[in-house]
């Protein structure tokens, strides 16, 4: 609702500005005398002047007496010719798929001189009240709608925010389109942004193209800077004002991009980098292939900015003063299909930063992206990840047009506020088909309105569909691990339909009666604890400081033993511990369980859990908002129907926890065709998403006296009796230790036992073997084994 106020108040300020006789931008009397200050220093005579073909002209002046030098923090500036060294190259260039644009004068201006664009008072004028305007919000990526008449708004993916992020350069190359805006009062850019400081700060370097009419008074696309410093509020736009130094003698700011893209057709892209000079510390722009400098923003201007950045952003970002909204990129969204990508949507390509003063520039590959889609309906950012050919990439734009009025709408006609999300835990489900499936019922509900989406923390995700990076291979097939044993296929049969999931319908009374019983073993008995009542019996990667793993998977031996007890569970799984050993608990979990606190009977289920230290926050399956379901088949919580005998047929399952190369998420596999049931967003884990310290596989049994039994309800023993058919085993288990690595088997070397009440439950080894990969068996009876005097 406030949204829809402010664009109100938008359009009636617009039209009280038409009425009174006003354009919607003008400058007061103060900053009148300061622009006509601002043109007689940069009035200055030129030794040349170059006038191009579509009408521009530029004055060769003197690099000594270039406007940026009278700048008060400039003064006694000594200009830096060329930076004191390059970037070491890394991986660079790859594969031309496209043209590349280079931008500049042929002859360029005479030795000594540098080309100034000549602009116009009344183009200055208009283009100083602009900044006057919206430079802070833009600075600062404020959301839409902006404190003045008209929206803003953003498609771009950018580096996690930490307190250890340091970046000292960014680089990419951006394909270059010539967007058709409707009105002057609009503008539309690709650009590569790098900031610095805490969230609410504007302090931020910009380098890509924009078609501005606002700044440059015609609809051209061109090499476009913006720049701003919070400590003392400045900002500025190319040469605009008085702040970069400007040493290139052929490639000016602001200078028009004569070879634009054409959708389906032939491709352009230009190559940025602004990366920190080691000696000086001033902040280069370079240029083309050849990373040629067009000039630097002095260390003296940008402050306490000089140090290192803590962001990087690529993407696109429009100003439309009203409807229809203007296009970003190339006007079309990225689509799953042969023509929705290349040639069609605008791309980033090579996508880089700089992590250590003077050092390569690296793939982000291994940094933690998100992405941001202020209005998806009109804008998207589609986050295609590494590719040998074209390094990190990513798809952005969109038409724009009515969409902002038309959710504009339909929020007035559903009585929401513009930008309103459902959420919280209670959320009301609307579900085109119910199924039930051994007693239980599960609703499809629209994939983009499940539970997880309706948290604050999810407000603008955009659902992945399936693991866009290339899936870990095993060194071993696993049609090589052979075994008599039949993994289990679970599933709804033919599923929900088409863009729904299946999610399990669970009463509120016992939700919370769940909750309590979660609370209670959990959070009061946290795993890196031991505690009574808790046990576990596992086989866990030894933590090292280089310990460092995306993925582990494993067959599960599935059993259904009697459980005894008051509020007993028993339960076999996966789990990737995040952080340091004393940073109780973040953690990703995946297995079997019999949990009758939770499901109301003593069937064995497919069982999750997550929790995160740092919020204090657990939760099992989708009880929460946490996981993201995309399967339409298997639901967390299903029961698994065929389970092991003591002695007689044995049935296991292959699950698989991984992190996705290219969107950061980590994955659930269920199967041998390791078919995807859905993923933990990155987001979800804060800082802890970059990789696991930990792998375990094992059994934990959670109850009191009688203790409940773990796995089959028998102990490993080494006698012929004691292992296969008897105590539960886990067999396959593997690893990834790479981001997009294969997974390797685990060893003995790797690998530490963990009992903590080994009279109850134990864990002992198999090994590895051809048939089986690495195994291991776990399990016990429990019983009256937990009193402390036994």
Not at 107 to 126: A, S, Y
Not at 145 to 154: H, M, R, S, V, W
Not at 524 to 530: H, L, M, N, Y
Not at 537 to 558: D, H, I, R
Request: with cysteine; glycine share 10%; proline share 6%.
């Amino acid at each position: 609702m406030e949204a829809k106020i402010t664009y109100c108040y938008s359009l009636l300020f617009l039209l009280l500005a038409i009425v009174n006789g006003h354009g919607a931008w003008g400058i007061s009397i103060e900053e009148e005398i300061e622009l006509e200050s601002e043109l007689r220093i940069q009035g200055i005579p030129g030794l040349k002047s170059i006038t191009t073909d579509y009408g521009d002209v530029f004055d060769c002046v003197d690099i000594y007496r270039q406007p940026s030098l009278n700048d008060p923090f400039l003064e006694n500036h000594r200009i830096q010719m060329r930076p004191s060294s390059f970037p070491e190259p890394s991986t660079d260039d790859f594969p031309m798929m496209s043209e590349y644009e280079e931008v500049g004068f042929r002859e360029g201006c005479p030795l000594g001189t540098v080309p100034i664009r000549r602009i116009p008072k009344e183009d200055k004028r208009r283009a100083k009240a602009f900044l006057k305007t919206y430079s802070e919000q833009l600075a600062k990526d404020s959301m839409q709608p902006l404190e003045e008449p008209g929206a803003y708004f953003k498609a771009e993916v950018h580096t996690q925010r930490k307190r250890t992020s340091k970046y000292y350069g960014a680089q990419a190359f951006l394909n270059v389109y010539n967007p058709k805006l409707t009105t002057d009062q609009q503008f539309s850019r690709i650009m590569m942004k790098l900031r610095y400081g805490p969230e609410d700060s504007s302090t931020s370097l910009e380098v890509g193209w924009a078609v501005f009419p606002a700044l440059y008074n015609d609809t051209f696309t061109r090499l476009h800077t913006f720049w701003s410093v919070d400590y003392h509020r400045r900002s500025c736009m190319d040469a605009l004002c008085m702040g970069f130094v400007q040493v290139s003698s052929k490639i000016p700011l602001g200078m028009k991009i004569s070879h634009i893209s054409t959708y389906l057709g032939k491709q352009y892209d230009l190559k940025l980098t602004v990366f920190k000079d080691p000696k000086s510390g001033h902040w280069w722009l370079l240029y083309g292939r050849n990373s040629e400098p067009v000039g630097y923003w002095p260390e003296d201007l940008l402050g306490d900015f000089t140090s290192h950045i803590t962001e990087g952003k690529w993407g696109g970002d429009v100003y439309g003063l009203f409807a229809p909204l203007p296009p970003m990129g190339s006007g079309h969204k990225f689509e799953e299909s042969r023509r929705g990508g290349y040639r069609s949507a605008c791309y980033i390509r090579g996508i880089k930063v700089q992590e250590q003063l003077g050092g390569k520039f690296l793939d982000v590959d291994e940094v933690e992206i998100e992405e941001r889609e202020d209005i998806p309906m009109c804008y998207t950012v589609e986050d295609q990840g590494m590719s040998s050919s074209w390094g990190y990439t990513i798809y952005v734009g969109g038409s724009g047009g009515l969409c902002y009025c038309v959710l504009l709408l339909l929020a007035i006609v559903n009585g929401h506020g513009a930008w309103a999300i459902p959420g919280g835990e209670d959320i009301g489900l609307e579900s085109q088909l119910s199924i039930e499936h051994d007693g239980d019922i599960y609703d499809c509900v629209d994939i983009n309105k499940q539970p997880t989406l309706g948290h604050s923390l999810f407000k603008n995700h955009k659902v992945q569909m399936k693991p866009t990076g290339s899936f870990p291979k095993s060194t071993i097939d696993d049609s090589s691990i052979t075994s008599d044993d039949q993994t289990v296929e679970i599933g709804l049969g033919e599923g929900c339909p088409l863009g729904t999931v299946p999610i399990q319908r669970t009463p509120k009374e016992d939700l919370k009666g769940a909750k309590e019983a979660f609370f209670k073993s959990y959070s009061e008995q946290p795993d890196a604890k031991i505690g009574f009542g808790y046990f576990r019996a596992e086989e866990q990667t030894t933590l090292k400081p280089s310990s460092k793993y995306y993925g582990a998977q494993a067959y599960l031996n599935v059993y259904n033993p009697a459980m005894i007890g008051p509020d007993p569970q028993s339960n076999v799984i996966i789990k990737l511990f995040f952080g340091p050993e004393d940073y109780c608990c973040t953690t990703l979990a995946a297995g079997w369980a019999i949990f009758p606190g939770i499901y109301k009977d003593n069937s064995t289920r497919l069982h999750t859990f997550w929790s995160t230290a740092f919020e204090q926050r657990l939760c099992y399956n989708i009880r929460c908002p946490g996981f993201v379901q995309t399967s339409r088949k298997i639901a967390l919580g299903m029961k698994i129907r065929n389970v092991s005998k003591y002695h007689g047929k044995q049935y296991d399952i292959k699950l698989t926890i991984y992190k996705d190369s290219k969107k950061g998420h980590w994955w659930l596999l269920y199967g041998r065709n390791d078919e995807p049931i859905g993923y933990w967003p990155k987001g979800l884990l804060r800082n802890f998403t970059s990789h696991a310290t930990t792998a375990v596989w094992g059994g934990t049994a959670v109850g009191e006296d009688p203790f409940p039994p773990m796995g089959s309800g028998h102990k490993f023993t080494k006698s012929p009796q004691g292992g296969y058919g008897s105590a539960c085993y886990i067999r396959g288990m593997k690893v990834v230790e790479k981001l997009g690595g294969n997974f390797t088997d685990v060893n003995d070397r790797m690998l530490s036992k963990f009992e903590n009440r080994p009279i109850c439950y134990n864990v002992g080894g198999q090994g590895f073997s051809k048939e089986w990969g690495y195994g291991i068996f776990v399990g016990g009876a429990g019983g009256l084994c937990g009193y402390s005097g036994l």
